[in-house]
C-alpha cells in the first residue's frame, strides 16, 4: 500500500504566471527539460513556429496555432513530483487562465527584468492573493539590459504590496551576466569561477551588503501565508537560475494545502478521496460531443474505477477512465493522489466547481467567476433559431465558456469574457455543435461589478440604472458601466451597495 502521507507530502503543484513574452514557455521549456521530461511532453514551442501548438481539437487552434486546452505537465525532480499547471497567456488568455489558479498550491511569477510588473502579471497575481497563494519570483532575461535591481525589487514590493526577499542575486549584468550567488546557500552558481578582483564579483560583495541592510531575511511563515516572495535571477533562454529555482520549489514549495469547503476546511492527508471539478474542455475528440472535467484531486487518493458521489446532485458517479494529461498525451490514470490533476471524460454531468466525494456530503468553495473585461451583444444571423440560441448559450455558459448577461430591457443577450479567444471558441461551437450562426456586436461596456445589498437599496439602485442592468444566469443583478471613472462614481454615490469583481460559485 503506498504511503498516502509521503505521497502528497512530495506533490508540488504550481503554475508559471507573467505577462505575455516575458519567457513563461521558454522557462517551462527548460523546466520540463531539468524535469527530465523534456522528451515525453516534445518541445512546449513547436519548432519554427511562434506560439505553441499542443494539441489541435478545434479548427481556430489549428488556424491560429494556440492551445485552447490548459495541459498539466507532470515530472519528478529532486524527489518531487511537480504538476505544472498550464496558463493560456497570448491570445489564448481566458477565463480558464484565472480557474487554473484555483487549483494550484503555489505559483511561479516571471518577470522581465526591463520591464517589471506589468498588467497581466498584476492581474493573475490578483487572483492568486484571492488564497494566499505563495509565489515565487523569477526575474529573467538577466543577459539583457535591464533596470536597476533594486528598483525593481521596490517595485514588487510596493505595487504587489508583497514583502521581497532575494534568494539569488546576478553575477555580472546583461552581456557580462554569468550566473548567480546563491543567497540562501552562501555559494556560486556559475559555470566559471571568477577572480575576486573581478568588477562583478566586486560589485556583488557591495550589493550584497546593501540587500543585508534593507530587505528582510527569508520567513518561511510569511512566504506560506503569500506575504513574502523569494526572487531568484535568471536567463531562462541561457539556462541560467532554473535549477535554483526547481531546488527552491522542491525544497520549500508548499505541497497539496488544505481547501475550503462551506463547511470544513479538507485536509490534503484525509483519507477520504475528495476532489474539486476546475475546469471543462469540450470536443477535444471533434467527433464525439464528450467532455473533459479537469478535477483537482484535494485529498486521499483517487483511483480508476471508483465510485465517487457527484455532490450537486447526490447522484453516484464512476470512474472509469480518468486521464492523466501530459502536454499532447494522455493516458489513463490509475492512482492519483492530493494535489495531481486527472481529466474525467462525461457527457456534461460535471461542472466546473462541482464536488466529487467518496462519501461526504461536502461542497469546495473554489472557482469563483470572474468579472469579464469584455462585453458583446450577441447578434443571431437567423431570428428563427432565437429559441435554439437561448438554449445553447445556457448551457455553454453553464460549462464555463462565457459568462451570460440577459439585459433587464429585453434586449439581445450579452456576453462576457476576460479574453477574446473565449468568443471565438462561443461562435465555434454554436455553429459546430447547435447549427446556429452568430455575430457580436459591441456595447458601451467595458467593465462589470456583481451588486449587492440591502433590498429596497438594490431594487432603487436597479430601478434606476435598468439600461445598465443585467442578470446572470443565476438571475443575480450585475450592474454593467462604460469605464473605470464611472464605476467609480456609481461605487462612490452608492456606499450602502457592494460592487464585487468575484463571485462565488455555488
Ligand atoms: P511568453 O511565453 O511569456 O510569451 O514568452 P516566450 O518564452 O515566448 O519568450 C518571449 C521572447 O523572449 C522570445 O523571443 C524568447 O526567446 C525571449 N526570451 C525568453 N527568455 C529569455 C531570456 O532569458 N533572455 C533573452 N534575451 N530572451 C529571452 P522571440 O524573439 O519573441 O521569440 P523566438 O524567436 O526566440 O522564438
Not at 539569488?168 to 578582483?197: C, H
Not at 461562435?427 to 456583481?450: C, I, K, M
Amino acid at each position: 500500500m503506498t504511503d498516502l502521507v509521503a505521497e502528497i507530502s512530495r506533490r508540488r503543484t504550481f503554475a508559471i504566471i507573467s505577462h505575455p513574452d516575458a519567457g513563461k514557455t521558454t522557462l517551462t521549456e527548460r523546466i520540463l527539460r531539468a524535469g527530465g521530461a523534456i522528451q515525453l511532453a516534445g518541445n512546449v514551442r513547436a519548432k519554427g513556429e511562434r506560439r505553441r501548438t499542443r494539441s489541435d481539437w478545434m479548427g481556430i487552434e489549428r488556424d491560429r496555432g494556440i492551445s485552447v486546452v490548459t495541459s498539466v505537465m507532470t515530472f519528478e525532480y529532486g524527489g518531487c513530483v511537480f504538476n505544472l499547471l498550464d496558463t493560456p497567456g497570448h491570445e489564448d488568455f481566458s477565463e480558464d487562465t484565472y480557474r487554473t489558479l484555483t487549483a494550484v498550491d503555489s505559483a511561479v511569477m516571471v518577470i522581465d527584468a526591463a520591464k517589471g510588473i506589468e498588467e497581466r502579471t498584476r492581474k493573475l497575481f490578483e487572483i492568486c492573493r484571492l488564497r494566499d497563494i505563495p509565489i515565487i519570483t523569477f526575474i529573467n532575461k538577466m543577459d539583457r539590459e535591464s533596470q536597476d535591481i533594486f528598483s525593481l525589487l521596490d517595485e514588487i514590493s510596493s505595487s504587489l504590496a508583497l514583502d521581497v526577499t532575494p534568494a539569488t542575486w546576478p553575477v555580472g549584468r546583461a552581456a557580462q551576466f554569468v550566473g548567480t550567488y546563491d543567497i540562501f546557500n552562501k555559494r556560486f552558481l556559475m559555470e566559471e569561477e571568477l577572480p575576486q578582483s573581478d568588477e562583478r564579483i566586486i560589485q556583488l560583495g557591495e550589493e550584497l551588503e546593501l540587500v543585508e541592510a534593507a530587505l528582510p531575511p527569508f520567513d518561511r511563515e510569511s512566504f506560506d501565508a503569500g506575504h513574502l516572495t523569494p526572487v531568484f535571477f535568471g536567463s531562462a533562454m541561457k539556462e541560467i537560475g532554473v535549477t535554483s529555482l526547481l531546488d527552491a520549489l522542491a525544497a520549500f514549495g508548499p505541497s497539496p494545502r488544505a481547501q475550503e469547503t462551506e463547511t470544513r476546511k479538507v485536509n490534503a492527508d484525509e483519507e477520504q478521496m475528495t476532489a474539486l471539478i476546475f475546469k471543462i474542455q469540450a470536443n477535444m475528440d471533434p467527433n464525439h460531443r464528450d467532455r473533459i472535467a479537469f478535477a483537482r484531486v484535494c485529498s486521499g487518493t483517487l483511483t480508476r474505477g471508483m465510485r465517487v458521489r457527484h455532490v450537486r446532485s447526490g447522484k453516484q458517479f464512476a470512474l472509469h477512465t480518468p486521464q492523466f494529461f501530459f502536454a499532447r498525451d494522455r493516458q489513463l490514470a490509475e492512482e492519483a493522489f492530493a494535489g495531481d490533476v486527472v481529466g474525467i471524460p462525461n457527457h456534461g454531468t460535471l461542472r466546473i466547481g462541482d464536488t466529487l466525494t467518496e462519501r461526504e456530503d461536502i461542497r469546495f468553495t473554489g472557482v469563483p467567476h470572474f468579472a469579464p473585461e469584455i462585453l458583446r451583444r450577441v447578434r443571431l444571423d437567423d431570428a428563427m433559431k432565437a429559441k435554439k440560441l437561448r438554449q445553447a448559450l445556457t448551457e455553454l455558459a453553464e460549462e464555463g465558456v462565457v459568462q451570460l448577461f440577459r439585459p433587464q430591457d429585453g434586449a439581445a443577450p450579452i456576453v462576457g469574457v476576460v479574453g477574446t479567444l473565449q468568443l471565438d471558441v462561443l461562435q465555434a461551437r454554436l455553429q459546430g455543435e447547435y447549427g446556429v450562426s452568430v455575430g457580436f456586436d459591441t456595447t458601451p461596456f467595458s467593465l462589470a461589478r456583481w451588486i449587492t445589498g440591502e433590498r429596497g437599496l438594490l431594487e432603487k439602485f436597479i430601478g434606476a440604472n435598468r439600461a445598465a442592468i443585467v442578470d446572470d444566469l443565476d438571475g443575480d443583478p450585475v450592474f454593467l458601466s462604460g469605464s473605470s471613472f464611472m464605476m467609480q462614481r456609481s461605487i462612490d454615490a452608492n456606499p450602502e451597495l457592494k460592487f464585487h469583481a468575484i463571485k462565488q460559485i455555488g
